[in-house]
């Protein structure tokens, strides 16, 4: 049973515009939720997280919202870059050490 | 930078022998992780340590898979003997808890044939 879902495989945004990556999580224990992004041969490199407590953590062009009733969280960039192509992890944690990743969104900028 | 260290890179090996991964953590990381990436089942929790102590291995094929933390500067995953369903990209990483995130390696890209 997947305890984080991702449920669009990929998407594609326009150079500046914004982009929107959702992700769904079934346990409502989970009290930190993480976004990790992945480059193609490499390790995914942590981006931005947010905790229980909280519904909005930003850091620059990230924000990453927390909908805990309709247990959904967001991270949004603004504007998007050529950079930011890459595939996105949603990822959370219950009792601050396990994390759970979903399965991931491959985010493609076009020109 | 500090930085998590996983050799080899890549491992191409047949089917029934032995493998051996490696992961320096980060110093003064408290806990490693084992990942495997795949592409059916993205990223998967292998095992993790805390403190050089194992606390879940849930996610390993214990028959064939073992993970161990002999120091503080070393983790290794062992696979004996090896399918070619094991073929995959195991990842590391090492951090402080789960609020301050994790760093992962670069990985491991392994092939069985």
């Known amino acids: 049973d997947q305890q984080v879902k991702q449920n669009s495989p990929s998407l594609s945004v326009q150079e500046g515009r914004i982009s929107i990556l959702n992700c769904d999580y079934t346990n409502s224990m989970f009290d930190y939720f993480l976004w990790y992004k992945k480059y193609p041969a490499e390790g995914p490199t942590f981006l931005i997280s947010i905790s229980s407590i909280k519904d909005k953590n930003e850091d620059g062009r990230f924000t990453v919202f927390l909908n805990k009733s309709a247990k959904h969280l967001s991270l949004h960039i603004v504007p998007s870059q050529p950079g930011d192509s890459a595939v996105y992890f949603c990822a959370a944690s219950a009792g601050g050490d396990k994390i759970i990743f979903g399965k991931g969104t491959r985010l493609h900028i076009l020109p | 930078d500090a930085r998590v260290t996983q050799t080899p890179r890549d491992k191409v090996t047949e089917m029934g022998q032995e493998v051996t991964m490696r992961c320096q953590p980060i110093?003064?990381?408290?806990?490693v992780f084992w990942y495997r990436q795949t592409m059916m089942q993205g990223l998967e929790l292998l095992a993790y340590?805390?403190?050089?102590?194992?606390?879940?291995d849930s996610g390993m094929p214990k028959d064939r898979f073992s993970a161990e933390m002999p120091d503080a500067t070393l983790a290794t995953l062992k696979i004996q003997p090896s399918e070619p369903r094991d073929s995959a990209v195991y990842f590391c990483?090492?951090?402080?808890?789960?609020?301050?995130?994790?760093?992962f390696g670069s990985g491991t890209r392994l092939t069985v044939v």
């Open positions: 990483a090492s951090g402080l808890g789960a609020p301050y995130g994790y760093t």
């Open positions: 110093l003064g990381h408290n806990t």
């Open positions: 340590f805390r403190n050089r102590a194992p606390l879940d």
